[in-house]
């Protein structure tokens, strides 16, 4: 009786015996590849045969890479974490401030360090390349700009508040419409400019003002009048004018679908006036801040961000 040897690259060895006067070899105990293998054809000369030999390739799991990749993603979910905890710490620190009129220069330090701490972790360094994201309306919640602190500062007009100031984008077009909501006891209305934008770098777009729109005042139908209003300083009591309010009634109602159903007015802003430009420094789905002339700061939320309801 002949033997054969066979070895794989695992140095099992098996022993086949062949009997002369029979035809049937009998199996290896056992033979599992791993991924693949490779077939030899079967040589029979003089009573020896050769089989197939069959090759084993086993890749070796590099437990350094493993690890590494692992210890990327618990930093990375870190600094997502770290990332909204300075974001809701961010606006909890705008609360009170009326965006930025009324905060006190320790407010005003704590607020610029948080802005700080998270532009350094802007998840959209190149806001301009990810127009989607700029895409729709923005809610001004804190500024330092203080051509606005006039518009801002309350008891100029008696009764009259700013209700809202915010910032529309259409990527779509390259138009940028900002937009300030007044809010009074007849009603509001809004004051807004119309502008384009260009693209200047990854972070920086050039505005052109082109026009400005006094809107279509929305009257309501009954008037309510506070117990007092506030005039430069001074508190005055309005208690003596509500009777006169009862014969008006019908009139504010006919005259506010009246007025409501016109057409905004239209008007050009002055030339030298008419450029700006404005760089973002951190943007996500929910806040955006960016910086203008001069060195002002403006921190936008999105419109329908949770984060407007704190």
């Not at 007044?182 to 119309?194: D, E, K, Q, V």
Request: glycine share 6%.
């Amino acid at each position: 009786m002949a033997t054969v040897q066979l070895s794989t690259q695992f140095r099992c060895q098996t022993r086949v015996s062949i009997s002369p006067n029979s035809k049937s070899i009998s199996k290896p105990p056992f033979l599992v590849p791993v991924t693949s293998i490779i077939h030899r054809p079967m040589i029979s000369t003089g009573g020896i045969a050769v089989f197939p030999r069959r090759v084993f390739k086993v890749r070796a799991t590099d437990t350094g890479e493993i690890g590494s990749a692992l210890l990327a993603a618990e930093e990375a979910i870190e600094d997502v974490e770290e990332t909204e905890r300075l974001k809701r710490s961010l606006v909890d620190s705008l609360y009170g401030t009326d965006r930025g009129l009324s905060a006190s220069s320790e407010t005003r330090a704590e607020i610029g360090d948080l802005i700080t701490q998270l532009e350094s972790k802007n998840p959209t360094p190149a806001p301009t390349e990810a127009l989607f994201l700029l895409n729709g309306k923005w809610i001004l919640a804190y500024t330092s700009f203080v051509n606005l602190f006039p518009l801002l500062s309350r008891g100029i007009v008696p009764l009259i508040k700013v209700d809202e100031i915010s910032q529309t984008i259409d990527s779509d077009n390259f138009t940028v419409q900002n937009s300030v909501r007044f809010a009074g006891p007849l009603g509001t209305n809004s004051i807004s400019t119309n502008a384009k934008f260009e693209i200047r770098s990854p972070k920086r777009v050039q505005i052109k003002f082109e026009q400005g729109v006094i809107g279509t005042p929305q009257l309501t139908d009954s008037i309510e009048i506070p117990e007092y209003v506030e005039v430069l300083g001074q508190k005055i009591d309005l208690n003596p004018i509500r009777g006169l309010l009862t014969s008006v009634q019908d009139t504010a109602s006919s005259v506010a679908r009246t007025i409501s159903s016109q057409p905004p007015l239209k008007f050009s802003l002055p030339a030298d006036n008419a450029q700006s430009w404005l760089l973002t420094t951190y943007l996500d789905k929910d806040i955006r801040i960016s910086r203008g002339d001069g060195g002002s700061v403006f921190v936008l939320i999105k419109e329908g961000s949770p984060l407007l309801n704190p």
